[in-house]
């Protein structure tokens, strides 16, 4: 069984290199990778700590590069190594635009497509964007569906999707957390070295999506300055995304203040260490919805829905949305009432028990 694994950004990276070094074990398969390096230096530091080398490496990031850029880069430089390599099966993951595109040079290869992290929805084709349609277009053209959960699987359904063809895995991404997290580490970044965990309560901010830049952007930075300068044994953590305009708007309202710590993005080893190490997370990231719970971590997410609301059910996130006074009322809520903290701290994480991948591999070997 040939087996092309392809991904391109830094989260991409993270959820399928377990599976990818599952099928790469594994001797009845022929594993092969190709990264489209859609972003190159988070990218690479991925592959590093997971000890992955590319069979083909696409190199598509360019400065300012437009979501046109990246889909017609990906869908030539895939078609390529689709055509060389002629795998039984293409897996791809979540939804980027390597995703979609990925998936649809594999189609015109009239190769099947495997969706690792199908099923997720918001329903609302701009937010978050483009990621949202990514998936739904990916779903169309997948012949396997790898749903992290049960009300993954029913979205599929609904949509017309073949109940034989959806197979309920849990995430891949408590796989590599788990792997990550077990492993001795020490900061070797000064501000966080400088940091003490034990008497100081750090919340651990990410925020960068496109739908939340300009007023959005400015009411989540406000809320966390706000906390901050509330609360003298709260520290700020923030990794801050590369896009120019996150860091501008991020320098403006939080930067030069007491206790904010604006740092550059983290590798993936010392940002699950900072994860452990923190009292609860502020992100508007996707991924980090499904890793801060398996770490006991709260974690409120600034943005007007989710895509995953089974951690929303499960009590271990909460919707903060994206006004000021609203985002700091819920952290407030945390920082000041033990009860409402230990809820959130407690609650089980729906995402799964880290044999995500070893079902993949086994669904694989049903199938081809």
Sequence with gaps: MKVMSVFGTRPEAIKMAPLVRKLQEAPDVESVLCVTAQHREMLD???????LVPDYDLNIMKPNQTLSMITANVIRGI???????????????????????SALAAFYQQIPVGHVEAGLRTYDPYSPFPEEMNRVLTSDIAAMHFAPTERNRQNLLREGIRFEDIFVTGNTVIDALLEVAGKPYEFEDDALKNIDFASRRVITVTCHRRENLGEYMENIFTAIRDLADRFEDVEIVYPVHLNPKVREEAGRIL?????????????????????AKSYFIITDSGGMQEEAPSLGKPVLVVRRETERPEAVEAGTVRLAGVERDHIYQIAESLLTDPAYYANMAEAVNPYGDGQASERILTALRNRF
């Design 79 to 101: 078609e390529e190594v689709l055509v060389r390599e002629k795998p039984d099966v293409v897996l791809v993951h979540g939804d980027t635009s390597t995703t979609f595109a």
């Design 45 to 51: 530091q991925v592959l590093e700590l997971f000890e």
């Design 255 to 275: 930067g030069s203040r007491e206790r904010i710590h604006l740092i550059d993005p983290l590798s993936y080893q010392p940002f699950v260490n900072l994860m």
